[in-house]
């Protein structure tokens, strides 16, 4: 089945520093793959997506890249702030045969900024 | 726009009680989602509806189930609680045959305790 692998956490970073959040696919069609971020208490925002190989999601000063021959999205961003600090999670969604889709979650990163 | 919503944001049950809980989707969104968060098991993917009909399901008992209205407005229920079932339950909604390109978007949860 579908299954994604996501960099185990939590992860503790000084401000400005760079950040990278790993990120492995499995799935048997040709998947969207989604990184969304969870603050406390919240529910999850999707902070960026990527729909085709090769195609780079970007937003807020992340980025990922679809890269189909890794099955890979690993997540980064280049100088990271305090109020980075949230839950982040890889997922992916596949069109069945049947044409059912459902997400597909990591199990989510921890990110904490220290000033 | 208005996001998702859902209510109630908390909820405490006893166990062997039933629970029903509310997720108004986007305006003109038509497909709406069900996932449980726990810190076990992470983001489950537990149904999906549209246009009032159930499209696809995830590994969980008869104990959970759902319902969509004509107003795309959905509500998923829990009977017979277990201590287990102490979980953010998050609604998503989408617009069908665009989730690719615009992903899905989430409530901020109900957060169930059952004791």
């Known amino acids: 089945g579908d299954s994604v692998t996501q960099m185990e956490g939590p992860v503790t970073l000084s401000e400005e520093a760079f950040l990278t959040i790993n990120c492995t696919y499995t799935?048997?069609?040709?998947?969207?793959l989604f990184w969304y971020v969870q603050y406390p208490g919240e529910g999850l925002q999707l902070l960026l997506k990527?729909?085709?190989?090769?195609d780079k999601g970007s937003n807020k000063g992340f980025e990922a890249t679809y890269r189909k021959e890794t099955t890979s999205f690993h997540l980064e961003k280049g100088s990271v702030q305090v109020s980075d600090s949230a839950v982040y999670f890889c997922a992916l969604s596949v069109i069945s045969n049947f044409g059912n889709e459902k997400l597909t979650f990591g199990t989510g990163t921890r990110l904490t900024i220290i000033p | 726009k208005a996001g998702v919503t859902q209510t109630p944001r908390y909820l405490i049950k006893t166990r062997g009680q039933q629970v029903t809980l509310s997720c108004s989707p986007i305006s003109g969104h038509r497909s709406v989602s069900w996932y449980q968060q726990t810190p076990g098991q992470g983001l489950q993917f537990l149904f999906e509806y549209f246009s009032e009909t159930q499209r696809n399901k995830g590994n969980f008992p008869g104990r959970f189930s759902g319902r969509q209205f004509s107003n795309s407005r959905s509500e998923m229920n829990v009977s017979t609680l277990e201590l287990g079932d102490s979980a953010l339950y998050l609604c998503?909604?989408?617009?069908?045959?665009?989730?690719?390109?615009?992903?899905?978007?989430f409530g901020s949860g109900t957060r169930l305790t059952v004791v």
């Open positions: 799935a048997t069609g040709y998947p969207s």
């Open positions: 998503a909604s989408s617009l069908t045959f665009d989730r690719a390109a615009s992903g899905y978007t």
């Open positions: 990527a729909t085709k190989a090769d």
